[in-house]
């Protein structure tokens, strides 16, 4: 078994498809962690009956949230974090302390649109092609390399919110998926005991 943890920001519905997908895998989903009070992600946590850490951003260093982070990462032996939706930029400190696989879901065909609100910006740069990537996490605002991604033709005429939903079926296909294949690498390789 692998043990993985989602760090999510909003409304969580990737966190989601990742907890209901691990639940017939030999893995475990330690806990959710969150930066924001509000976020409905904490909210399915509650009713999926997963653990909650929420972590806040204010009037602190982020050296200091990461290493409160790091912490619940140590205690629950994590081997994996899952980014879904997760709006803060990690430091290169997080990074090497954590020093395992971390891997970031975004709703466009990165290199392009890297950054906050993809969807809208891809949409009203004309692109013809739409999609999604997931990467493995590096320093940098969603550079890190690409390990899978899946395109649509923009239909003409779809609206943002049409556009906005075939996207996210698109995360929630794929992105359990790929955590699972991380998770399965990582216990292939002698993970958690
Ligand atoms: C997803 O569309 C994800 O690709 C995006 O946030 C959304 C979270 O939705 N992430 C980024 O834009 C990262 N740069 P969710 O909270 O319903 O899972």
Redesign the pocket.
């Known amino acids: 078994m692998a043990r993985l943890a989602v760090f ?1 920001s ?6 989601e498809a990742i907890a209901l997908a691990l639940k017939s895998t030999r893995h475990t989903l330690e806990f959710l962690l969150c930066d924001r009070r509000q976020a409905f ?1 904490l909210e399915r946590a509650r009713r999926l009956g997963v653990p909650a850490r929420l972590v806040s951003y204010k009037d602190r260093t982020k050296e200091d949230v990461e290493r409160e982070m790091l912490e619940h990462c140590a205690d629950r032996n994590v081997d994996c974090i899952a980014l ?2 997760f ?1 803060r930029l990690l430091t290169p400190y997080f990074l090497n302390a954590f020093g395992k696989d971390i891997l ?4 466009a065909l990165l290199p392009k649109f890297p ?2 609100d ?1 969807i809208r910006r891809s949409v009203e740069a004309g692109e013809k092609e739409l999609g ?1 990537s997931i990467i493995t996490v590096d320093s940098g605002c ?1 550079t890190g390399p690409i390990l899978f991604q899946d395109s649509f033709a923009r239909p003409e005429n779809a609206s943002l919110d049409e556009l906005t939903e075939r ?2 079926s698109l ?1 929630h296909r794929h992105y359990p998926r790929v955590v699972i294949e991380t998770l399965d690498k990582i216990d292939a390789a002698g993970g958690t005991a």
């Open positions: 999510a909003g409304s969580g519905s990737n966190f992600a879904a939706g709006m970031n879901l975004h709703p950054g906050v993809a999604i969603d996207i996210h995360e």
